[in-house]
């Protein structure tokens, strides 16, 4: 029994380090809606239509465009944290929907 004490150890572990690796690089931290709605709660519902694109493939930075912030077209870039808490930049950045 104590021989396995040690292994049983590693185990979880190398367990827990995989359930990390998973939630900082693979787990969806927001769609589409929440961000959307997030931008708006921000922005305000007057005015032109906001869309928001994820630009990786768990969620964590999207952009969302509108000709609210100009032409060309001109966007904002929203963070998403891995417990789901979103930074929206208030800096519009060129970016190609």
């Known amino acids: 029994m104590r021989k396995l004490v040690p292994l049983i150890a590693i185990a979880a572990l190398a367990v827990g380090f995989a359930a990390l690796f998973w939630a900082f690089e ?11 709605r997030a931008v708006y709660r921000e922005f305000g519902r007057r005015g032109a239509r906001i869309r928001c694109f994820a630009q990786t ?8 465009v509108s000709a609210r912030w100009g032409d060309d077209p ?24």
């Not at 493939?57 to 969302?64: F, Y």
């Open 57 to 64: 493939g768990n969620g964590a930075t999207w952009n969302c």
């Open 26 to 36: 693979y787990r969806q931290r927001a769609n589409q809606a929440q961000v959307t």
């Open 74 to 97: 001109a966007c904002r870039q929203v963070f998403v944290n891995v417990l789901g808490s979103m930074n929206i930049r208030r800096q519009t950045v060129g970016c190609e929907g």
